[in-house]
Structures are given as C-alpha cells and as structure tokens.
C-alpha cells in the first residue's frame, strides 16, 4: 500500500505564501519524478511542477517565478513554495510520482483577493 499525504494548505490574501508538503510512505520501490497537481472547481486536474531525483524541475508557465518545487529524497517528500499566490491559484493541491498511479486527499488553497 503507498499513502500520499499533503499538508500546509490554507487561506491567504492575495500576495501571500503557503509551503505546501507531501509524505509518500508505504511499498515503493523507487521514485524519479514528482509532482504537484492542482484542480480548481469544475477544471481539469493540471501539472503545476515536477522535479526528478537529479533535481531538475519543470513549472507551468502560469506558476513561473512564483513557485518553486524541492525535494527530499532520503524522505520521499516533496515541497512546495508558493510566493506572490494569486486568486487564480485557489485550488485543491495534489502530490504524485510518476507513473502518476497513486494520489493523497489533496490540500485546499484559497487565495483571496
């Protein structure tokens, strides 16, 4: 069994900063990439940024400069820092590794303007 947990959701003004944090514990054999997803209401899920075990990240255009994607790889969490968060950025948050097969319960942001 492989558990994801996210956590360091919240409410912000517009502006602000949230560190989001997710855990993967359970039978896994290795883990190269891993990303951060988000869904707003009635949207698809999206890729928000992902980063492989080299360290070597990837952003969507929109996140750019704002956010910034880390990881720990002798714990198998991933972080991440979101700086300057716009309303656009409220959203449930997801973590997941490629194969992208297993999904945690997802963390709220809600930025306000």
């Known amino acids: 069994q492989v558990q994801l947990v996210e956590s360091g959701g919240g409410s912000v003004q517009a502006g602000g900063s949230l560190r989001l944090s997710c855990a993967v514990s359970?039978?896994?054999?290795?883990?190269?990439?891993m990303g951060w997803f988000r869904q707003a209401p009635g949207k698809q899920r999206e890729l928000v940024a992902a980063?492989?075990?080299?360290?070597?990240?990837n952003y969507a255009d929109s996140v750019k400069g704002r956010f910034t994607i880390s990881r720990d790889n002798a714990k198998n969490t991933v972080f991440l820092q979101m700086n300057s968060l716009k309303p656009e950025d409220t959203a449930v948050y997801y973590c997941?590794?490629?194969?992208?097969?297993?999904w945690g319960q997802g963390t709220q942001v809600t930025v306000s303007s």
């Open positions: 997941s590794y490629f194969p992208y097969d297993y």
């Open positions: 359970g039978r896994i054999f290795s883990i190269n990439t």
């Open positions: 980063i492989i075990s080299g360290g070597s990240t």
